[in-house]
């Protein structure tokens, strides 16, 4: 099993940044997957940037349109933990964000909530105007 806990939610100002690390702990995370999603109050979880897993220290990794150039995900395998660095943040990036594990091996971009096996409990983030 592994257990995922985020931090470094909080409050931010339109134009500003934070930055989201995800902890890993039970076992090792660096054969899978790692990705971000999020929340907003009454709106589905969306998908938010991934990494695949590959062999060594480099990896991939996959954004959606509405943070490509703005967040960087990464990740140490050494430390088992993905952050996500948002900068230019906008009103429309509040949301509770999610960290995610899964696809053991795989070398794809994991995009859709049901390929991952792994959550953790989230990490509020709300930007004012």
């Known amino acids: 099993q592994v257990q995922l806990v985020e931090s470094g939610g909080g409050l931010a100002q339109a134009g500003g940044s934070r930055r989201l690390s995800c902890a890993a702990s039970?076992?090792?995370?660096?054969?899978?997957?790692l990705g971000w999603f999020r929340q907003a109050p009454g709106k589905e979880r969306d998908f938010v940037a991934t990494?695949?897993?590959?062999?060594?220290?480099?990896?991939?990794?996959f954004y959606a349109d509405s943070v490509k150039g703005r967040f960087t995900i990464s990740r140490d395998n050494a430390k088992n933990t993905v952050d996500l660095q948002m900068n230019s943040l906008k009103p429309e990036d509040s949301a509770v964000y999610y960290c995610?594990?899964?696809?053991?091996?795989?070398?794809?971009?994991?995009?859709?909530?049901?390929?991952?096996?792994?959550w953790g409990q989230g990490t509020q983030v709300t930007v004012s105007s």
């Open positions: 995610a594990a899964g696809g053991r091996y795989t070398s794809s971009y994991l995009v859709s909530q049901d390929q991952y096996d792994y």
């Open positions: 039970g076992r090792t995370v660096s054969s899978y997957a």
């Open positions: 990494t695949t897993w590959e062999a060594g220290t480099t990896y991939s990794a």
